[in-house]
């Protein structure tokens, strides 16, 4: 790997450059005071999906998972302005960037459909049967002939 190139390991078998992330500083919004107006210290974070091969399944499960900010191009812009240093919101830019791609390889564990136990259906039905006798009794007092 030359000298500069950072990569980025997100999984087992998908790491990213540093360099296909376009970063840009923007005015921050918020408390601050004057600084708020004179520095930029805001990051606006975007990272093509395209340039990354992710399996299908993945790729589907990073666009739910971004929501609205994968463009339709599919450009992930991550906004980050938490902290009041450029250095700090940049890290904390990559960092949610990351942990998204990471959560989109994870597949989901598929559910396998169980059947309750003898033991569990005759405890409900005898609860059933209890709550139904407390209800039964409530009713004014009857007198049979």
Do not use: C, W, Y
């Not at 395209?50 to 994968?70: F, H, K, Y």
């Not at 598929?110 to 005759?122: D, E, F, I, N, V």
């Amino acid at each position: 790997m030359p000298p500069g190139e950072v990569m980025l390991r997100i999984a087992r078998d998908l790491s990213i450059d540093e360099n296909d992330l376009d970063i840009s500083f923007v005015r921050a919004s918020g408390p601050g005071g004057q600084n708020v107006n004179k520095l930029s210290t805001a990051v606006q974070l975007r990272f093509d999906t395209r340039r990354v091969t992710l399996p299908e399944d993945a790729a589907l499960r990073l666009a739910r998972l971004a929501g609205q900010r994968m463009t339709k191009d599919g450009v992930i812009v991550i906004h980050a302005q938490r902290f009041r240093t450029q250095e700090r919101n940049r890290s904390d830019a990559i960092e949610r960037l990351v942990e998204l791609l990471r959560e989109a390889m994870i597949r989901p564990i598929p559910r396998r459909a169980t059947r309750p136990t003898l033991g569990s259906k005759k405890r409900r039905l005898e609860g059933k049967k209890r709550r139904s006798d407390i209800k039964a009794k409530r009713g004014s007092a009857r007198v049979d002939d």
